[in-house]
C-alpha cells in the first residue's frame, strides 16, 4: 500500500465550482498532514495545514480523521487561479520534516 | 517573504559526470534538505541536515549523493558519476526547527537536472 494516496484524477471542472479532494495515508504513526499546491515546475507551496478538528481558510476547509487515516480538501467557489496540482502531505512527529507527499491530484478549473 | 534559493535553475550534464547543485537557506533557519521529483512522480525526501551533520537520508541517498554545507550560507547536494535515473528536479528547504510545531518548512525553486 502506498504510504500516501490520492484521487489519481486529474479534475476539470468550471469557475465557481466545489471541489473536494480525499487522501488516505498508511502509516498510523504520522503525526502532521498538509496540503501544499504544486503548479508546473514549480515549488510546492503550502496550501494549509489539517488539524484534527478540521479548519477552514476562506474558501478551502480541510478535513482530518485519524481513525480512518484519511484527509480531505474541499474548495469551494473555485477560481481560474486555483488550477494546479494538489498534493496531500504527510510527516512524523520527531522526524526532522522528512515529508511523505502524495503523488497529487490535477485541478483545472475552466472559464 | 524570507526564500531559500538554488542554483543553476537548470542543468544539463553527461552521464557519469559530477554535479553540484547549490541552494542558500533561508539565514536564520537550521534544518536543511533535498527532495527530488522525477517528472510526473511524486516529491520524495532526499536528506536532512542538521548541526552540520546528516540527520536522517532515505533509501536513496546512497553514496552516489553527499552533501555539505561549506561556509555559513550555502548547502550544497553533489551526485557523483550521474545515471540517466538521476534525471529530475532537486528541490533544497529549509526550516527554522525540524518539526511542525507552527513551523514552516520553505522550499527553493528548484533545480532541473538533466543526464543526457
Known amino acids: 500500500r502506498k504510504e500516501v494516496e490520492q484521487d489519481p484524477g486529474p479534475f476539470n471542472v468550471p469557475e465557481g465550482a466545489t471541489v473536494a479532494f480525499n487522501c488516505t495515508y498508511s502509516?498510523?504513526?504520522?503525526?502532521?498532514f498538509f496540503w501544499y499546491r504544486q503548479d508546473c515546475r514549480k515549488e510546492p507551496k503550502l496550501l494549509m495545514s489539517?488539524?484534527?478538528s478540521g479548519n477552514e481558510d476562506g474558501r478551502f476547509t480541510a478535513q482530518l480523521n485519524r481513525a480512518s487515516q484519511y484527509i480531505s480538501l474541499l474548495i469551494r467557489d473555485s477560481k481560474l487561479s486555483d488550477s494546479a496540482t494538489y498534493l496531500c502531505?504527510?510527516?512524523?512527529?520527531?522526524?526532522?520534516?522528512?515529508?511523505?507527499f502524495g503523488k497529487g491530484t490535477l485541478l483545472t478549473v475552466n472559464p | 517573504e524570507p526564500e531559500v534559493t538554488q542554483t543553476p535553475s537548470h542543468q544539463v550534464t553527461q552521464m557519469g559526470q559530477e554535479v553540484i547543485l547549490h541552494c542558500v537557506p533561508i539565514?536564520?533557519?537550521?534544518?536543511f534538505y533535498w527532495y527530488r521529483q522525477i517528472l510526473g512522480q511524486k516529491v520524495e525526501f532526499l536528506v536532512s541536515?542538521?548541526?552540520?551533520?546528516?540527520?536522517?537520508k532515505s533509501e536513496i541517498f546512497d553514496d552516489q549523493f553527499s552533501v555539505e554545507r561549506p561556509d555559513g550560507s550555502n548547502f550544497t547536494l553533489k551526485i557523483r558519476s550521474t545515471k540517466l535515473e538521476d534525471s529530475a528536479m532537486y528541490f533544497c528547504?529549509?526550516?527554522?526547527?525540524?518539526?511542525?510545531?507552527?513551523?514552516?518548512?520553505?522550499f527553493g525553486e528548484g533545480s532541473w537536472l538533466t543526464v543526457v
Open positions: 502509516n498510523s504513526a504520522s503525526q502532521s
Open positions: 539565514s536564520n533557519h537550521l534544518y
Open positions: 489539517v488539524y484534527s
Open positions: 502531505v504527510v510527516n512524523r512527529e520527531g522526524s526532522n520534516y522528512k515529508l511523505t
Open positions: 528547504a529549509s526550516s527554522r526547527e525540524g518539526t511542525f510545531r507552527g513551523n514552516t518548512i520553505y
Open positions: 541536515f542538521y548541526n552540520n551533520e546528516i540527520s536522517e
